[in-house]
C-alpha cells in the first residue's frame, strides 16, 4: 500500500509528470510561501474528497457520479477558502482566485473518478495524501527558486548577497514557464538515470 502513496511523489508526480493543475503551478508560485499554501489546501481538498467519494462510491449511480464528486470537492474548497480567509488573510487575498478554483483542478477530479471511486477508504487516502505531498513539494520547490532569483530572499527572509542583481523576470509569468520547464527537464534526466541504473543492476 505504500506504492499508493509513494507514486505520487515521484512515479506519477502530479506537476512534474502529470503536468495537472497548471493554472495554480504558474500563477501562484512567486513566494514560496504561496506555493506551500496552495499546495495544502489542494492537499486537504483531494484528501477530504477523496476519502468521502470512497466511502460512498456503492450508492451513487454511476450516471451522476460526475456531479456529485463536483458537490463534495466544491464543499471542501469552500471550507478551505474561507478557512484562508478567516486566518491568514493576507496569504488568501495574495493567492486571489486560485483558491476557488480549485473546484476545476483536474487533479482533484481525477483522483476522485481514477482511484477513489473504485477503492477502498484506506487506499484512497494513501493514494490522496501522496498526490498532494507531490503538488505541494513541486508548488514549493518552483516557488523557491523563483523567489530566490527574482526577490533575492527565502520564505521571505534575505538570502542572497549584498548587491545581488534581481532577475525581475522570474517573478512574472514568463519566469513561471521558463522554471518550470527546466525543472521538468531536470526530473525527467534524473528519473532516467536511476531508471537505467535499476535495469543495470537487473540485468547483472
Known sequence: MTKDFLKGLWKENPVFVQVLGMCPTLAVTTKAIFGLSMGLATTFVVVSSGVVVSAIRRFVPNQVRIPMFTVIIATFVTAADYFLKANFFQISKALGPYVPLIVVNCLILGRSEAFASKHGVFRSFLDAAGMGAGFTCALVIL????????????????????????????VLPAGAFITLGLLVGIFNIIDKAVKKKKAASAGK
Not at 148 to 156: A, K, N, V, W
Request: no cysteine; proline share 4%; net charge neutral.
Open 143 to 170: 516557488g523557491s527558486v523563483r523567489e530566490l532569483l527574482g526577490s533575492g530572499t527565502l520564505f521571505g527572509l534575505p538570502v542572497m548577497w549584498e548587491g545581488f542583481t534581481k532577475w525581475v523576470v522570474m
